[in-house]
């Protein structure tokens, strides 16, 4: 199931489509998300919709320790109106599900679609069943700048929030020249909040994948920004800067296990197992590595680092 599904015990993600109306150049998940290209070769999908959201569920029902599950891609906002309804009304029948986030850039970018009748009409279906289950179902969406906070994304998030959805909440990637100054980030969260009824909730470091190394911020500089941010935002909507760190997640940018600034590689360690590492007995203490921008390092870094090159190969 790789590639469509990521679980750690009680949260578990589901990539329900490999598509999305953006295509960010920095996208998150550059290895699944559109087709090929010359510099990443996409995973593909083996089954259809319907084959993986019927293995998705019967999973669920199987496996009753899964409380919370993550209906991401791509984005949900690519996924047929209908398709996606019936699919999360058999996610809401599963007892052991208590909470649903819906993952859609598109609310952002095409807050159209959302305000379709058709969608405004499957999007309330579903809100009354969460209540009538008690399941909290909420959207997370994906804003960057503040000039992003449009009079229309507003609108849609209220249609949301008017039928009972729990929250809208907001996961953006940091982006050197759109949001890393102390200014721009908290303008932005001040839209959010006041323009659109959005919650700031993560701002994602940029991944390390091709073509996005001026965009990336190096660990001091996400700290120093999430520092920065402190105290002027209530404590609820004061978002938690936070790296993905390859083969170990989720981690708030602070908690490193260790940081070489000089060289501006900081290691990182697991707190739990996932099914895969079941019976590695190292998967707590392994160190992983995440790596700042060369050009962010001093000169004895950026020193260190040209030494590491191979000479280029000449005829
Ligand atoms: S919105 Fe998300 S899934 Fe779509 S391209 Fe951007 S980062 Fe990737």
Redesign the pocket.
């Known amino acids: 199931m790789w590639g469509e599904s990521g679980e750690k015990g009680a949260n578990l993600s589901y990539f329900v489509i490999a598509t999305?109306p953006?295509?960010?150049g920095?996208?998150?998940?550059?290895d699944l998300?559109g087709n090929s290209v010359p510099q990443v070769s996409k995973h593909k999908f083996e089954h259809s919709p319907k084959e993986r959201y019927d293995a998705m569920l019967d999973y669920l029902r199987k496996t009753p320790r899964v409380r919370d599950v993550v209906v991401s891609?791509?984005?949900i906002a690519n996924v047929p109106i209908a398709q996606l309804e019936a699919f999360l009304m058999s996610l809401m029948d599963i007892p052991n599900i208590r909470d649903i986030r819906l993952a859609t850039?598109g609310l952002q970018g095409l807050p159209q679609h959302f305000l379709q009748d058709e969608v405004l009409k499957a999007f309330d279906r579903i809100a009354q069943r969460a209540h009538a289950r008690g399941v909290d179902i909420a959207v997370h969406t994906?804003v960057n700048h503040a000039n992003q906070v449009t009079p229309l994304v507003g609108k849609a998030v209220r249609k949301i929030l008017d039928m009972g959805f729990r929250d809208v909440r907001n996961q953006g990637?940091l982006l050197r020249g759109v949001n890393t100054t102390q200014k721009d980030l908290l303008e932005l969260c001040f839209m959010l909040l006041d323009c659109a009824k959005i919650m700031p909730y993560y701002f994602y470091m940029a991944d390390m994948i091709p073509n996005s190394e001026h965009w990336r911020l190096s660990i001091a500089e996400g700290m120093k920004l999430q520092h920065d941010i402190m105290g002027y935002l209530p404590g609820f909507a004061t978002p938690r800067v936070t790296v993905d760190v390859p083969y170990v997640g989720k981690r708030w940018i602070h908690q490193f296990a260790d940081y070489d600034r000089v060289k501006g590689i900081s290691y990182w360690t697991k707190n739990y197992r996932t099914i895969l590492e079941a019976d590695d007995a190292n998967a707590l203490a392994r160190r992983y590595e995440y790596l700042d921008p060369v050009y962010t390092l001093p000169p004895e870094g950026r020193d260190y680092w040209r030494k590491q090159q191979k000479p280029a190969v000449t005829a």
């Open positions: 999305c953006q295509y960010c920095h996208c998150t998940r550059m998300v891609g791509g984005d850039k994906h990637v």
